[in-house]
T-cell receptor, first 117, second 108 residues
Framework: DGGITQSPKYLFRKEGQNVTLSCEQN?????MYWYRQDPGQGLRLIYY???????QKGDIAEGYSVSREKKESFPLTVTSAQKNPTAFYLC????????????????FGEGSRLTVL | AQRVTQPEKLLSVFKGAPVELKCNYS??????LFWYVQYSRQRLQLLLR??SRESIKGFTADLNKGETSFHLKKPFAQEEDSAMYYC??????????FGSGTRLQVQP
């Protein structure tokens, strides 16, 4: 079954703990993205990566970290520095960055819901 | 900075009525604009993009640079159109900026 796989779907964390959300794709896409979705605020870009071993901060990167060691994987770590981490997190990939060559269409995972207790 | 505004959180229409979901953007350059849709219990997916100039599921959207708008329209709404719709903007940084979304409810 091809596509984007995010895990876990639900995650609970105590305050002060770091947590890592997994995102794997088997679409052979170069670009991957992390968005945060809050009610009434739509999707906000956290980090994105156009190619392996490279990534850029999005609009709300503070308190988050990522790595892109493999083309198919783009894990997101929510650190204890993130002041309001409870949210729904969406991962996406595209065959190239939107605005560049290729279709640029984003393919999304099913999301991970993080709750801080 | 780039910004996408969708002024309506909820739009409720009856089946067969025309639909217009509003989207305004702020960006001084040449943008690429998209509409994404999320049906109940499904993943967020691309509906259409302005450069394609195509009609998908009866929906069309025209980029109006003078008004900085990219409204989504459909002449006759169907119940299966009920979903969450997001307008999105790419300013060339190769990542999309999304609006806050509009929930469309099509009543029978």
């Amino acid at each position: 079954d091809g596509g984007i796989t995010q895990s876990p779907k639900y995650l609970f964390r105590k305050e002060g703990q770091n947590v890592t959300l997994s995102c794997e794709q088997n679409l052979n896409h170069d670009a991957m993205y992390w968005y945060r979705q809050d009610p009434g605020q739509g999707l906000r870009l956290i980090y994105y990566s156009q190619i392996v071993n490279d990534f850029q901060k999005g609009d709300i990167a503070e308190g988050y970290s990522v790595s892109r060691e493999k083309k198919e994987s783009f894990p997101l770590t929510v650190t204890s520095a993130q002041k309001n981490p409870t949210a729904f997190y969406l991962c996406a990939s595209s065959d190239t960055g939107t605005g560049g060559g290729g279709t640029g269409e984003l393919f999304f995972g099913e999301g991970s819901r993080l709750t801080v207790l | 900075a780039q910004r996408v505004t969708q002024p309506e959180k909820l739009l409720s229409v009856f089946k067969g009525a025309p639909v217009e979901l509003k989207c305004n953007y702020s960006y001084s350059g040449s943008p690429e604009l998209f509409w994404y849709v999320q049906y109940s219990r499904q993943r967020l997916q691309l509906l259409l993009r302005h450069i394609s100039r195509e009609s998908i599921k009866g929906f069309t959207a025209d980029l109006n640079k003078g008004e900085t708008s990219f409204h989504l329209k459909k002449p006759f709404a169907q119940e299966e159109d009920s979903a969450m719709y997001y307008c999105a903007l790419d300013t060339g940084r190769r990542a999309l900026t999304f609006g806050s979304g509009t929930r469309l409810q099509v009543q029978p």
